[in-house]
């Protein structure tokens, strides 16, 4: 198996369509296949703009997997807003550096006609109850237009069938995005996809803002006042560690004193059916566990962020 050293600097090979890929894959497994067992296969799928969160999650998959396959892919069905899509960065090339450095073998660039050779697709996937809260409620349509292209590069990275090697094929997520990690796992069991799902931890700032390609638009004095965002989540934290009431209300009060950060929300959660856990977060010791979520708007620029509790 190889692993960041071993491909650290090597320029990872850049196909731009299905069959290219699908090419690509094969020869990586037939070159890197382990003489006995099971080849491993790994996919990152990305928006590219790539940042050191996505270098960690790269980085985490290469050490996993015998061949390693980044997708990037500016996806205009989850953007409800055409000119967030329009100035979201293109910078493929440095792109390619970062991954190069994390050590991917091939990258997936494909153009929208071949994501969607037919334009838009009539067949959707719907997110359902799942996909209409948080981040739904602020963007409808988000999360199916995430699930579409998401079911695509599945299909698109999926080991292909003429290998004479049994392959085990996983795709990594960032938790940052924990309603869009929730939604592929429920797809992926819904629809059987042969994949398995694996979640990489949130890379933050060295003073906790959670990493994003959104940040590179927040001023210096913005940057600083989502800082509120942490401070919240930790504070909650500290509260369900000692197993205290997590008084939610009082920690949401703290974006009160950041006139430039306006919350969204500030809601515990099922971790696994995002349920709105309304129990013990005010009056009784916290118990259990709970994936707490935040959005909040600084300026322009929408930031999510999200802390597991006891777990």
């Known amino acids: 198996m190889s692993t960041p050293a071993d491909t650290a600097g090597r320029t990872p090979r850049i196909v731009r369509t299905a069959a290219e890929l699908s090419a690509a894959i094969a020869r990586a497994i037939e070159f890197n296949a382990p003489e006995q067992g099971t080849a491993t296969l790994g996919l990152v799928p990305t928006m590219g703009a790539l940042h050191s969160g996505h270098e960690s999650l790269v980085s985490t998959a290469r050490a996993h997997n015998d061949v390693l396959v980044v ?8 953007f ?13 090339e440095a792109d390619v550096e970062i991954l190069a450095r994390a050590g991917a073998d091939i990258v997936f660039a494909p153009q929208a006609s071949t994501v969607y050779p037919d334009g838009r697709p009539l067949i959707k996937i719907d997110s359902g109850e799942l996909g209409s809260k948080f981040e739904g409620a602020s963007r409808p ?6 699930l579409a292209v998401v079911a695509k590069l599945l299909h698109f990275a999926m080991p292909p069938a003429t290998l004479g090697v049994p392959v085990s094929y996983r795709a990594y997520f960032g938790q940052k995005d924990a309603q869009q990690l929730v939604l592929i796992n429920r797809m992926v069991a819904d629809l059987n996809y042969p994949v398995e799902i694996c979640s990489v931890p949130i890379i933050r700032s060295a003073e906790g803002l959670a990493l994003s390609s959104r940040n590179q638009f927040l001023t210096a004095e913005q940057a600083k006042a989502a800082l509120v965002i942490h401070r919240a989540l930790s504070l909650v934290k500290e509260r369900a560690e000692r197993h205290e009431p997590l008084y939610l209300e009082d920690a949401a009060g703290l974006f009160e004193m950041e006139p430039l950060v306006e919350l969204d929300y500030f809601e515990l959660v099922d971790p696994r059916t995002l349920q709105e856990l309304a129990f013990n977060c005010q009056d009784t010791p916290f118990t259990g566990e709970g994936l707490l979520l935040v959005a909040a708007r600084v300026g322009e620029v929408r930031l ?3 802390m597991p509790l006891g777990y």
């Open 304 to 306: 999510i962020d999200n």
């Open 141 to 146: 349509g988000h999360f199916d237009g995430m």
């Open 80 to 92: 409800n807003d055409a000119q967030d899509f329009a100035r979201y960065p293109r910078t493929l």
């Open 71 to 78: 997708s990037i892919f500016v996806n205009e069905l989850q």
